[in-house]
């Protein structure tokens, strides 16, 4: 698992330095830092605003707006979002080039806090934290085994009353892209050779089996208010499911 972690920091730390929204978001038209700060934040809103309403709608509302987290935080796109639903709102992300462009477009640092997270899971919170765990195109990009712990830790700083609402791939919607399973991992782990930006670095995509997601959730304490399948959620080429669980009072 620390194999895999590296790969991943060393990875996002290179896109976090060569193109960091595109990386987040990767529209070929907007290659070359072309995304403008009301477009590409416009659609961390756009995301922020269609979930929660979505959320709301299937009865899994967190019982208090006080404070968000969200893992994956890249450049701050929907932690921004997220800050005008919540009071509080902590971005974390395994990559410090990301934090700190995170950082340098944070309108409110009395409200709004970034963190570098290179670990395997989410010491850096206690239990009981968040009334909202919240993940985008994040767990995507890490191993399921990894993956999995770190959906245990959502639900451990979740606090009774909260939700968690975090989207997966379950498999891939592109034919021409290549497909290779783990070596490392076989019969567990489907990847997917994913974003590239020249020679300079790639990053991978997995996908992750919506019933051991499940168990993990439960397991762990979670109450699973709806797994919605089929939509897309900013992950064009992928099937993705959305998760949203909450934890009892």
């Not at 791939?169 to 290779?180: C, E, F, T, V």
């Amino acid at each position: 698992m620390q194999n895999d972690l590296a790969r991943l920091s060393r990875q996002w730390e290179t896109l976090g330095r060569v193109d960091p929204r595109w990386a987040v978001l990767a529209d070929n038209e907007k290659r070359g830092g072309g995304w403008d700060d009301a477009s590409f934040f416009g659609t961390g809103r756009q995301v922020v605003g269609d979930t929660l309403k979505f959320v709301g709608l299937a009865g899994g509302n967190p019982a208090r707006f006080d404070s968000a987290l969200d893992f994956g935080c890249g450049v701050g796109r929907l932690s921004l979002a997220l800050a005008e639903h919540f009071n509080r709102v902590t971005g974390v992300d395994i990559a410090a080039s990301m934090v700190a462009h995170a950082e340098a477009a944070n309108p409110a640092s009395d409200r709004i806090s970034f963190h570098v997270n290179a670990e395997p899971d989410l010491r850096l919170f206690a239990s009981d934290t968040f009334d909202l765990v919240f993940s985008f195109i994040t767990l995507q990009h890490i191993p399921t085994p990894m993956a999995l712990a770190y959906i245990g830790e959502f639900v451990r700083v979740a606090r009774p009353g909260g939700s968690i609402v975090f989207q997966a791939p379950y498999r891939a919607n592109n034919p021409g892209w290549k497909h290779y399973v783990d070596a490392a991992l076989p019969g567990l782990t489907a990847a997917y050779r994913g974003v590239r930006y020249g020679a300079a670095t790639h990053n991978d995509v997995y996908v992750h089996d919506a019933a051991q997601i499940a168990d993990v959730l439960t397991a762990a304490g979670a109450s699973i208010i709806r797994v919605q399948a089929g939509r897309a959620h900013d992950c064009a080429g992928w099937l993705s499911a959305l998760y949203v669980a909450r934890i009892p009072l």
